[in-house]
């Protein structure tokens, strides 16, 4: 399953790169990070066409796209006498490739000792799964849906691998996704700003940041938010390109970027807008004209899908329009547990600050983004404030495609991607309500603090190599000597900022130490678990009314085996009593009618505020019969 996905991503991508020229002189790195975006700008609108006009999405349709591209790339390779050279993996390459290693390495782990279910109950992974499904299925028209389709219909692709329980299959290929964005991210932050480092330390953030990727795949199911997000970065980086090479060719790659940073989700055209708002301040004339030129080629995919459906505009106000709620009880229930006179601060003053503090984990991070954040703005204000006049304009008349630094500028002092980043981060706190639904946008959020904390980051390194070199003055004889020496104090303490700065966005590895132990005891409850499912997709007649009372995972059968499934847990940690159960059976009129009854080992709070085993109390009760069970499930049929 990896390796088709993968494959299906980056083999139209690779193809397309060659096509477009984009691999000329660039490392192997930056081929990757090209291949995976414009694999993605290929792959997600293939996806929508294809089951636009078939109805289905079934995986042998990929896998043609799949061996198409690596045909003509095999073709391609040996028209133009293409072979790798030593030149493609550089040292820099090399030292990229370990980390990403690593960073795969962390994630298969993870996947080997942990989810077969995602982590925490949402119904947004609920929603996605069972839309997934009735895609995988072909049962939804797709021009009358008002949802950006593009997740939903990737994940209804991934169940097409039947070898795969379907559930995993999501969080699977969403990891794929994760993993793709890294060489994303290096790629995108070397080409605006043409320095390794800052490329390295951009990618690095994003890796060891599980709040960005963990969080959203694995924890709170805003997975199509999470595309959004890459799709984000993939119309910069395809958009960039295009700036860079002024190739009018790359016309025709931004218009399928532009559809699929739209069907992604409907908060994305807002990168869009912001792409529209940095335009006058570009200083080089030559790259006025590129600039309008990509806007236009990304916003026909916007006005198409404004004109086939008229609802996307009202969709994004209404999402956007969240009535305002009490501050002072926003968060009322994360910040009880939190116990940070910081975090609750913040929550009382803004929602949005408050859920960004929760996902950064710890304060440290928190600081560090506001130093990071202050710092930049300052130095880049004060350079600009002194320089701009005298800033030298003739070089901007070179039409050389070497990477400068003035290449992507806003100034002579102020890089473009700082501009964006800021300005998109902005743009999502002044649209952030004071409601608890702050949290989706603080998950927005973290793409442009990754760069902007990276960038802040650099700027530490910079300041500590710089300042690591001085002047000693000898005398010898009556002679004055002048020396320079090299002292290592500043470097140490800039790479040991860095370093805790890492650490401290790897929270979600550090949230299960049995991941450098043995297999969870979490795992074994979600194998048991899974064991159940097909005894419920079998046995009982498919009409059957369940309910669930313990545990949340059962609430996926309504879309996995198409069951009638009710978990009426929600939030609250209070469970059923076997009266309440057979009460609704009872008087079905002011109930649920019941057929099976599922419950899970372990000790849970009642309505008296005693904790109780549940699994014993339905097998002491003569209105039960238990008919299934194995070491976590008891599934029991009222009598």
Do not use: C
């Not at 990757?32 to 006009?53: A, E, N, W």
């Not at 978990?567 to 609250?572: A, D, G």
Request: charged letters at 15%.
């Amino acid at each position: 399953m990896i390796a088709e996905i993968s494959l299906a991503i980056l083999a139209p991508g690779l193809l397309a790169v060659m096509l477009f020229n984009l691999n000329e002189n660039r490392s192997a790195s930056e081929v990757l990070g090209l291949s995976s975006g414009v694999g993605l700008s290929i792959f997600l609108p293939y996806l929508l066409f294809v089951y636009l006009f078939t109805g289905s999405i079934g995986w042998g349709r990929i896998t043609f796209l799949t061996l198409v591209s690596l045909s003509f790339l095999l073709l391609f390779a040996i028209v133009k006498g293409i072979t790798p050279s030593k030149k493609w993996f550089t040292r820099m390459d090399l030292i990229f490739f370990g980390l990403l290693a690593l960073f795969i390495l962390a994630v298969s782990v993870n996947f080997i000792k942990f989810p077969l279910f995602p982590r925490f109950p949402t119904q947004d992974y609920i929603e996605h799964f069972r839309i997934g499904v009735e895609y995988n299925k072909g049962i939804i028209n797709l021009l009358g849906v008002t949802y950006p389709p593009a997740m939903q219909i990737f994940l209804g692709a991934a169940y097409d691998f039947k070898n795969v329980f379907p559930i995993s299959s999501m969080l699977i290929s969403s990891s794929i996704l994760g993993v793709l964005a890294a060489p994303i991210i290096h790629t995108l932050a070397y080409r605006i700003s043409g320095n390794w480092s800052f490329a390295f330390l951009a990618s690095g953030f994003y890796m060891f940041n599980g709040a960005l990727w963990y969080l959203a795949i694995f924890n709170s199911g805003l997975l199509p938010n999470f595309l959004g997000n890459v799709m984000s970065l993939v119309t910069f980086l395809v958009f960039v390109e295009f700036i860079h090479k002024g190739d009018k060719k790359l016309l025709l790659l931004l218009i399928p970027t532009g559809a699929a940073l739209l069907s992604s989700h409907i908060t994305s055209i807002l990168f869009i807008v912001i792409l529209v708002g940095v335009a006058p301040f570009l200083i080089r004339s030559r790259f006025r004209n590129r600039y309008w030129l990509g806007i236009s080629a990304l916003l026909i995919p916007v006005f198409a899908v404004v004109i086939i459906k008229f609802s996307a505009i009202p969709a994004l106000v209404r999402f956007l329009s969240f009535v305002p709620a009490d501050t002072s009880q926003v968060g009322s229930s994360v910040i009880g547990g939190v116990g940070d006179p910081l975090k609750i601060f913040l929550f009382q003053n803004s929602p949005f600050l408050g859920y960004l503090s929760i996902m950064l984990n710890n304060n440290l991070t928190l600081i560090f983004l506001f130093f990071t954040l202050f710092t930049q703005t300052f130095i880049f204000a004060r350079t600009y404030y002194r320089k701009h006049k005298s800033a030298d304009t003739s070089s901007y008349e070179d039409e050389s495609n070497s990477i400068s630094d003035h290449d992507y500028a806003v100034s002579s002092t102020v890089p473009l991607w700082f501009f964006i980043n800021l300005l998109w981060l902005l743009s999502i706190f002044l649209l952030s309500p004071s409601s608890d639904v702050a949290w989706r946008f603080a998950e927005y959020a973290l793409v442009p603090i990754t760069f902007l904390i990276a960038g802040g980051a650099y700027q530490l390194k910079s300041f500590a190599w710089d300042h690591s070199i001085r002047r000693k003055m000898y005398r010898k004889g009556g002679t004055k000597i002048f020396k320079t020496e090299s002292t290592k104090k500043f470097k140490i303490i800039a790479l040991s900022i860095i370093a805790l700065s890492l650490f401290s966005f790897s929270f979600p590895w550090l949230m299960y130490p049995s991941l450098f132990t043995g297999v969870s005891t979490e795992r074994l409850i979600e194998d048991e678990i899974k064991e159940s499912f097909e005894w419920i997709i079998s046995s009982p007649p498919a009409t059957s009314k369940i309910i669930a009372i313990t545990d949340w995972r059962f609430s996926f059968l309504n879309g996995y085996g198409n069951r009638h499934v009710t978990v009426p847990i929600s939030t609250s940690p209070i469970r059923l009593m076997p009266d309440e159960v057979y009460g609704m059976i009872s008087v079905p009129k002011i109930g649920y009618p019941v057929d099976y009854v599922i419950v899970t080992q372990g000790n849970y709070y009642i309505h008296t505020g005693d904790l109780v085993n549940l699994v014993n109390l339905f097998k002491s009760d003569s209105r039960f019969n238990e008919v299934y069970s194995n070491k976590v499930v008891h599934i029991f049929k009222p009598i």
